[in-house]
């Protein structure tokens, strides 16, 4: 499979085999759906869309080829999330990497994945603490606006690479908006693509949910 598109930070799985590429897709596509899910026999064709787009998650086999690949990754894009699967874990690795030996559990895969990578990109808020999210996208490195919609009121919450960069809820922006949004405890949220179109939040993402914890 040639990967030719480089505009969707998605889940690239890389797998020699395709008989075992097609099983570890079809698991990621059902679990985070059918657009967050790249899939490659051929570690030319991957490195290629690492070129041009920042992965949210790579899961390549652990192997000489599958090394080469992190290391091309984490020298472009920096720390993003590994899953390495079949052969021996290479110590030369450097965190966030998990390790999953043959054969691959799917769904301790889409456990793994699911650390750095919301399920389906949607949900309710009773069964996912919003802040949980927030975390999920900020170490996937995201770019894109979190929709949340409770039944009296809606917000949304951008990112940029990872970062919060701006929030509205109603007429408010900034902090007091990320703040409110973070108290609802019923609704639903869904992520989509987008850009800014203010910019009214800085500090990390820890950082904000430390001091959303800190409001009365």
């Known amino acids: 499979m040639v990967l030719t598109e480089c505009t969707v930070s998605a889940i690239l799985v890389v797998d020699a085999s395709p008989e075992r590429l097609r099983g570890s897709?079809?698991?990621l596509r059902h679990a985070f759906g059918p657009a967050s899910v790249r899939g490659t026999t051929e570690p030319e064709d991957a490195a290629g869309w690492i070129a041009c787009e920042r992965p949210a998650v790579l899961v390549t086999s652990a192997d000489s080829s599958g090394a080469s690949l992190v290391e091309e990754l984490r020298g472009r894009w920096g720390p993003v999330p590994v899953v390495l699967t079949h052969g021996p874990a290479?110590?030369?690795?450097?965190?966030?990497?998990?390790?999953?030996?043959?054969p691959v559990d799917p769904v301790r895969l889409r456990a793994e994945v699911g650390r750095w990578v919301p399920g389906a990109g949607a949900g309710t808020i009773a069964t996912t603490l919003l802040s949980d999210v927030l975390a999920l996208y900020a170490r996937a490195g995201r770019t894109g606006v979190l929709d949340v919609r409770s039944p009296a009121r809606t917000g949304s919450v951008w990112f940029e690479d990872g970062d919060v960069v701006?929030?509205?809820?109603?007429?408010?922006?900034?902090?007091?908006?990320?703040?409110?949004?973070?108290?609802?405890n019923e609704g639903r949220f869904a992520f989509r693509g987008g850009l800014a179109p203010a910019r009214s939040v800085s500090g990390s993402v820890p950082e904000l949910l430390a001091q959303a914890d800190a409001v009365p």
């Not at 110590?91 to 043959?102: E, F, G, I, K, S």
């Open 25 to 27: 897709v079809a698991v």
């Open 90 to 102: 290479s110590d030369a690795l450097l965190p966030p990497m998990t390790h999953l030996p043959a």
């Open 166 to 184: 701006h929030a509205a809820c109603g007429a408010q922006t900034g902090k007091t908006a990320l703040f409110e949004v973070l108290c609802w």
